[in-house]
């Protein structure tokens, strides 16, 4: 007999099992047993919420994105005029979102989403979402809000790409130093 009211609590655990697994093997190349095995519950188990690894994956991302928003809306809307913009580069490199296990996803999920449709779509929503939000903040700041919230974005995606590749813990006052650097330049 099923137990009522346990399946969130665990498709929560095979998520965080998901990040936790592709983190430390740095690829997707891990097994639905492994990652199950991790959440201490079955193989079987896991197919059955979600399918299969891609899903499992796909849902872990959706989980670090609404985490990555939710670190965005506790931080608006900020101090000052810089205020929304600060609120989310500050989000980006949060505790809960600058984690190895979190960015070695993301740079996994980045991987997939060159085979997988969904994982492309899913890149491309978050990308826009980003872009509008930052080129909201950067109005009033700057004659061209557009090219400085495109760069932007690729800072923090190429910092991430560069902690999630060197050994040891992630640094994330260096990396937000490198973004705030770089808009201190830009919007002087």
Do not use: C
Not at 4 to 10: F, M, N, Q, T
Not at 41 to 62: C, E, I, N, T, V
Not at 150 to 168: F, S
Request: glycine fraction near 6%; proline fraction near 4%.
């Amino acid at each position: 007999m099923p137990k009522l009211g346990a399946e969130p609590i665990r498709k929560a655990a095979l998520i965080n099992a998901a990040i936790f697994e592709v983190g430390r093997a740095g690829s997707l190349d891990v097994t639905v047993a492994q990652i199950a095995r991790r959440a201490g519950m079955s193989p079987a188990l896991a197919h059955h919420y979600f399918g299969s690894k891609d899903q499992m994956f796909l849902a872990a991302m959706r989980y670090i994105l609404r985490t990555y928003g939710q670190s965005v809306r506790d931080r608006l809307p900020g101090r000052g005029a810089r205020g929304r913009l600060d609120a989310i580069v500050q989000a980006s490199f949060a505790p809960q979102n600058f984690q190895r296990e979190t960015v070695s996803a993301w740079l996994n999920f980045y991987a997939l989403a060159l085979t997988s449709e969904e994982a492309a779509r899913l890149l491309r929503v978050y990308h826009m979402r980003l872009r509008s939000n930052l080129i909201v903040a950067l109005r009033g700041l700057t004659d061209h809000p557009d090219r400085i919230a495109d760069t932007v974005g690729a800072l923090i995606d190429g910092v991430y790409l560069r902690e999630v590749l060197k050994p040891g813990p992630t640094d994330a006052d260096a990396a937000q130093s490198t973004i705030m650097t770089y808009l201190k330049e830009a919007l002087a």
